[in-house]
């Protein structure tokens, strides 16, 4: 045996070097393609003449063949439900070409993604009113390329249902001029509602009256005092309910 031996290697192309291909293993590019590979292997040691020997070729290489082909649908998915906001929107899977393939979802907006919504189905928002949605599906199988399909837009999105009156608000305090009336929030069937307040005198507005407190006036005699409560919430339509009207009001007590 001959000590400090050295082993060198190189990748041949049909014979000519190949640039770099110096390494024990090589990955074909598609420079190779049609080509025989073989390895030239130059052993070496002090104090004697370098050794050439080189490997038999390979058949010709040939092309990577193509991926399978990318699911398509053949029953397109589709967007159902209520197009408006506080409504649920769902996305049906549809029917793919590839059996148990697995589905992503994306709600879009005007074609533009929607922050976090990945899942099959959504709750329109008051940022989507006026707005269509669609959803972006891509379907994932083993050694397949990712196939997407995207559904047909919604209907605009309209304003959701007002807000319903659970507890009704209502009118207390002496109906007597001078006196102060007060009229409570009641409570409504959406979270986050604003209410404003307008009062009436026999049914008609009183000027500048839209406090949630009422000074009883001389104008007020006799008359009987309600107020027409609303509650606002955005992207729902405005939600009224007026009060059940207060007895008629009495003259201010003389001392």
């Known amino acids: 045996s001959v000590p400090?031996?050295?082993?060198?290697?190189?990748?041949?192309?049909?014979?000519?070097?190949?640039?770099?291909?110096?390494?024990?293993?090589?990955?074909?590019v598609a420079a190779d393609v049609g080509a025989r590979l073989s390895a030239q292997i130059t052993t070496s040691a002090p104090g004697h003449t370098p050794a050439i020997s080189v490997t038999a070729?390979?058949?010709?290489?040939?092309r990577e063949p193509p991926p399978d082909p990318a699911p398509v649908p053949t029953t397109y998915p589709s967007v159902t439900g209520s197009a408006k906001v506080g409504g649920k929107l769902s996305v049906s899977r549809g029917s793919w070409s590839v059996p148990s393939v697995r589905l992503a979802y994306q709600w879009l907006r005007d074609g533009?993604?929607?922050?976090?919504?990945?899942?099959?189905?959504?709750?329109l928002k008051a940022a989507d009113r006026?707005?269509?949605?669609?959803?972006?599906?891509?379907?994932s199988a083993p050694g397949r390329a990712d196939g997407v399909s995207v559904t047909a837009p919604s209907a605009k999105v309209a304003r959701?249902?007002?807000?319903?009156?659970?507890?009704k608000p209502k009118v207390t305090g002496t109906k007597r001029v001078g006196k102060k009336l007060k009229v409570s929030k009641g409570t409504w069937s959406l979270k986050g509602?604003?209410?404003s307040y307008q009062w009436l005198r026999n049914g008609k507005k009183i000027s500048k009256a839209t406090k949630r407190t009422y000074k009883l006036k001389k104008k007020d005699l006799g008359k009987r005092i309600s107020v027409r409560v609303t509650a606002k919430k955005a992207g729902y339509k405005n939600a009224k309910f007026v009060t059940k009207k207060t007895s008629?009001?009495?003259a201010k007590k003389k001392r």
């Open 4 to 28: 400090d031996v050295a082993l060198d290697v190189q990748w041949l192309r049909s014979g000519e070097a190949i640039p770099g291909a110096t390494g024990w293993t090589y990955v074909p």
């Open 57 to 62: 070729e390979t058949p010709p290489v040939l």
């Open 112 to 123: 533009q993604p929607v922050v976090g919504a990945t899942g099959a189905s959504y709750v």
């Open 130 to 139: 006026g707005r269509r949605l669609s959803v972006r599906i891509t379907a």
């Open 160 to 167: 959701g249902d007002a807000a319903k009156v659970k507890k």
């Open 193 to 195: 509602v604003k209410v």
């Open 248 to 250: 008629k009001i009495k």
